[in-house]
């Protein structure tokens, strides 16, 4: 453990550990992966000024998203089958955000449901929320978010329809996995995740199994999820689904100043600049080059969040430079829970937050909250 110091470490470690149909999940883009590697890549072209000679004493990475107290402005973002990196993963990593104090998202597509991480949390996490062609099913997901008391919903506006990863289908990717010889193989060389799912009863979509009309089994699942992605949403779809759960809203994949403007117009609390990691719209922008000009387009209207390609605490304070008052890691808790399970998503947090913490100070800074343009160098 003493010689994981990087987010890359972690990566590594998971990449033994995790069979390899589910690392490939997370570690993958759309098509040629341009924007997954440019999300990664763009914030290298960024620069600080660094300052001497300024107390830097008493430094707080504390501040605040939505009006929920943050010990640092980095959430885990809503990633689906985190249940498949490691055993009852998104258990594990809600915990390890509570104790940390950052805010834990679960994905409509979670192995562990909504019910799993309220039986092990005390603290309100978020839910992010797909809205799906059966109406019912929404309704139903959205009561019980509020039923586990939530305390914000995360809506994803940029996957009406899914984007290609070749490697999922290359692999046959599928919740549990698919035994064919391939895979069987790769799985009998790791006994470690092995053993824990065969621990666990959390093997399948918990949110849907069960609860979804005709989805009573894992058989019944696979057609029912291609089939559910709706083409049709709308922005008057927010209205409905802001009226219905009635408390804190965030509108996830913003990629655009013209989209920004619209969804400030919807009174939700926040937008998250985001392109889903880079799983979507191959040849898109990053999201750090698209996040300056929302931020000032939008100015005070909403709040700005971001995500996308945050591997290190320096890109958490560039992203906060350039207008995000809070950020998301996706794969960064990925690798980590896969890595090493609970401590390993904590190990991820630490890891960002002392690389948060040394380059604030080195930018002159003491409080995360001050950081603006004004420490870039442009
Ligand atoms: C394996 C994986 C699964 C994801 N599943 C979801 C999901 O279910 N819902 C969602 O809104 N975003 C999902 N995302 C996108 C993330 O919420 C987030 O936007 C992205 O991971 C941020 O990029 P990063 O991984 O580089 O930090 C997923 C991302 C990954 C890597």
New binding site residues.
């Given amino acids: 453990m003493s010689q994981i110091l990087t987010i890359a470490d972690l990566k590594d470690l998971a990449r033994r550990r995790v069979p390899k149909m589910f690392f490939d ?2 570690d993958s883009g759309a098509w040629t992966e341009s924007t997954y590697r440019a ?1 990664e890549e763009d914030f290298g072209k960024i620069k600080f000024r660094q300052r001497v000679l300024v107390d830097m004493s008493n430094r707080s990475l504390e501040s605040t998203m939505i009006g929920e107290k943050v010990a640092m402005p980095v959430a885990l ?5 985190t249940g498949m990196q490691h055993a009852d993963g998104e258990m594990l990593a809600a915990q390890a955000a509570e104790e940390f104090g950052v805010p834990f998202t679960l ?3 979670s192995i562990c449901s909504i019910e799993d991480v309220a039986s092990v949390t005390t603290k309100p996490f978020w839910f ?1 929320l ?1 809205v799906l062609r059966d109406k019912d099913f929404v309704l139903n997901l959205i009561d019980r978010a509020k039923a586990a008391k939530c305390s914000a919903l ?1 809506l ?1 506006l940029d ?1 009406q329809i899914l984007g290609q990863r070749h490697k999922d289908v290359r692999n046959g990717l599928s919740a549990p996995p698919k035994m064919t010889l391939a895979n069987i193989a790769n799985i009998a060389m790791r006994p470690r995740w092995l053993m824990g799912i065969a621990g666990t009863k959390r093997r399948t979509f918990r949110n849907i199994v069960g609860h979804a009309k005709g989805v009573g089994d894992v058989s019944s699942l696979g057609s029912w999820t291609n089939e559910q992605f709706d083409p049709h949403l709308s922005w008057k779809d927010v209205a409905w689904i802001k009226e219905r759960w009635g408390g804190k809203l965030i509108l ?1 994949g913003i990629l655009d100043k013209e989209d920004a403007l619209m969804a400030a117009k919807t009174g939700a609390d926040a937008i998250i600049v ?1 392109n ?2 880079g ?1 979507q719209l191959d040849g898109a922008s990053s999201s750090i080059m698209a996040l300056e000009e929302i931020a000032d387009a939008v100015g005070d209207t909403i709040e700005v969040h971001m ?4 591997r290190s605490g320096q890109d958490v304070l560039k992203a906060l430079c350039l207008g995000a008052k809070g950020t ?5 808790f ?1 690798y980590g829970l896969g890595a090493l399970g609970k401590e390993g998503v904590t190990k991820a947090l630490e890891i960002i937050r002392k690389e948060m913490d040394i380059t604030l100070a080195l930018c002159g800074k003491r409080l995360v909250t001050d950081m603006g343009k004004d420490q870039l160098r442009r």
């Fill in positions: 999940y997370a999300n973002a809503p990633t689906g089958l994905s409509t597509m992010q797909y995360v994803t996957l996830k985001s889903h990691g799983r995500d996308g390609g945050i998301y890691i996706g794969r960064p990925l």
